[in-house]
């Protein structure tokens, strides 16, 4: 199992983005080639831990990857820009997505089968390429939308909305502190994906709690009905019990007793199977 790490480069200056202090870096958890298996292309995931904009959380990062690469998936962490306005960490993705794609032979990775997966405020930056991959905001400096499009996108307890139940924190450090509060500002709308899914939207994979006391389910029920109703495909799991922030929801990433939690651990198995069904 292969593991570096790779700076990328975001088209900040064309963009018109300020340039973030520190390079978000990708981290690959990969498979390496063998002679035993052959020649043979893998889906690629892309993952983007949770932390509220303010933080990429560990127990969401490494662990998932490793569990990815132990079911045949090839796994890219994104350590992405923090506490900084949309769309930083959007352009970061989206380079991040280009990066693969252009180099899917290196890594033995079919390029049509490239997924973004997010925690919790992760899972806003995964929806947010799930969106905007065709639109002008990206395609007028990526010269196009496909070489940045996700073939998926995995939402895990994602915050999706900034109205009525929004993650506040997560909205605050996305928007700022004067427009995290208007919920009819152009700022706040840009980054309600509910609002912005489209017929282009990709397929997605769903999962939350109904209980999470944190990001309310609302923000995952929003983003499902706005899929149902431009014909997206997904499947979703919402289950009755269990914090926020669960990641595998074994002992692997519990930091406490109550983070280890059998019924919502399902998710992972769904998940991959979904992946190597072609993402339906």
Not at 150 to 176: D, K, M, Q
Not at 186 to 209: G, M, R
Not at 225 to 245: D, K, M, N
Request: glycine fraction near 8%; charged fraction near 15%; include cysteine.
């Amino acid at each position: 199992m292969m593991s570096q790490i790779i700076p990328i480069a975001p088209p900040f200056e064309q963009a018109h983005v300020e340039r973030p202090e520190s390079t978000a870096v990708l981290q690959p958890i990969l498979l390496p080639y063998s002679k035993e298996i052959g020649e043979k292309k893998r889906p690629a995931v892309i993952i983007c831990p949770g932390g509220g904009y303010d933080f990429c959380s560990e127990r969401e990062a490494v662990p998932v990857g490793m569990r990815l690469a132990g079911h045949g998936v090839q796994a890219f962490i994104l350590w992405y820009s923090c506490k900084r306005r949309f769309p930083t960490a959007l352009l970061e993705l989206a380079t991040a997505v280009a990066y693969i794609r252009a180099h899917a032979l290196t890594y033995d990775i079919d390029p049509a089968r490239i997924a973004v997966m997010g925690f919790s405020a992760g899972a806003h930056l995964a929806g947010s390429l799930a969106v905007y991959w065709n639109r002008p905001l990206l395609t007028d400096i990526f010269g196009g939308g496909e070489k940045i499009r996700p073939n998926a996108h995995i939402l895990c307890y994602p915050v999706i909305t900034a109205g009525e139940y929004a993650h506040r924190g997560s909205i605050r450090n996305l928007v700022g502190e004067e427009y995290a509060n208007d919920f009819n500002n152009n700022y706040t709308i840009a980054v309600s994906l509910e609002k912005q899914v489209s017929a282009d939207t990709p397929p997605c994979f769903l999962w939350h709690t109904v209980n999470d006391d944190s990001v309310p389910v609302q923000n995952s029920l929003l983003y499902l009905s706005a899929l149902a109703a431009h014909g997206i495909p997904f499947e979703s799991h919402l289950f009755p019990q269990g914090v926020h922030g669960l990641s595998l929801a074994d002992a692997c990433t519990a930091k406490a007793e109550y983070q280890i939690n059998p019924v919502c651990g399902q998710w992972f198995d769904a998940c991959t199977a979904w992946i190597h069904r072609g993402f339906c």
